[in-house]
């Protein structure tokens, strides 16, 4: 099925350790979001890329880094994991003016730092 | 920046009755506004959406949502629920300042009872 595919699903990582959140579409999205969900704060944008080479900063970017590997690929890295980055991760794609339609969202990785 | 805020957290409803899960936004400005229903598990899909025209919108699912300029509002309503509707419901704000980045709000989360 099209859509937004995230891997892994499940990661638990120890302090101090790094890892990278893949993400990818096949719907020929030109803009790609990474965002964390947390308990009673809703979802927060870390970083997004408007167009492939292009990367921004959201509203929490500390502690990650972002890459925008082609249209279709957009990872997200954590080089010293904090018990902090505890969250669920999800990414996001929209075709055109995300305002105009919307996102599409990957169905998440649920990331437990120890 | 725009803020959204969902005044309830957490809404229990008894199966066939009426539900009203309200948003307000800060911005007066012209707006696009979301409604995105996560089910256990799963990623946010996409409710209904206000770009522009009538104020009343409504989903496949028997969902509608008014949009109030004066107010600043987007309450999201049902006239009868049903167990399926069970899910965390988020609303979403855009304009053309932010372009395509949206703000969430914390999310209300829906129990119907049986």
């Known amino acids: 099925n099209a859509g937004v595919t995230q891997t892994p699903k499940f990661q638990v990582l120890k302090t101090g350790q790094s890892m990278t959140l893949q993400c990818a579409q096949d719907m020929n999205h030109n803009s790609m979001y990474w965002y964390r969900q947390d308990p009673g704060m809703g979802l927060r944008l870390i970083y997004y890329?408007?167009?492939?080479?292009?990367?921004d900063k959201g509203e929490v970017p500390n502690g990650y880094n972002v890459s925008r590997l082609n249209k279709r690929e957009f990872s997200l890295r954590l080089e010293s994991a904090a018990p902090s980055q505890t969250s669920v991760y999800f990414c996001?794609?929209?075709?055109?003016?995300?305002?105009?339609?919307?996102?599409?969202f990957g169905s998440g990785t649920r990331l437990t730092v120890v | 920046a725009q803020s959204v805020t969902q005044l309830d957290s957490q809404v229990p409803v008894f199966e066939e009755a009426p539900v009203e899960l309200r948003c307000n936004y800060s911005s007066s400005v012209s707006v696009y506004l979301f409604w995105y229903v996560q089910y256990p598990n799963q990623g946010l899909q996409l409710l209904l959406k206000y770009l522009s025209g009538s104020t009343l919108v409504e989903s496949i699912n028997g969902f509608e949502a008014e949009f109030n300029k004066s107010q600043t509002s987007f309450h999201l309503r049902k006239p009868s629920v049903h167990i399926s509707d069970t899910a965390e419901y988020f609303c979403a704000v855009s304009d053309w300042n932010t372009g395509n980045q949206f703000y969430f709000g914390t999310g209300t989360s829906l129990t119907v009872i049986p």
């Open positions: 890329s408007a167009s492939e080479g292009t990367t």
């Open positions: 996001a794609s929209s075709g055109g003016a995300a305002t105009s339609y919307g996102y599409t």
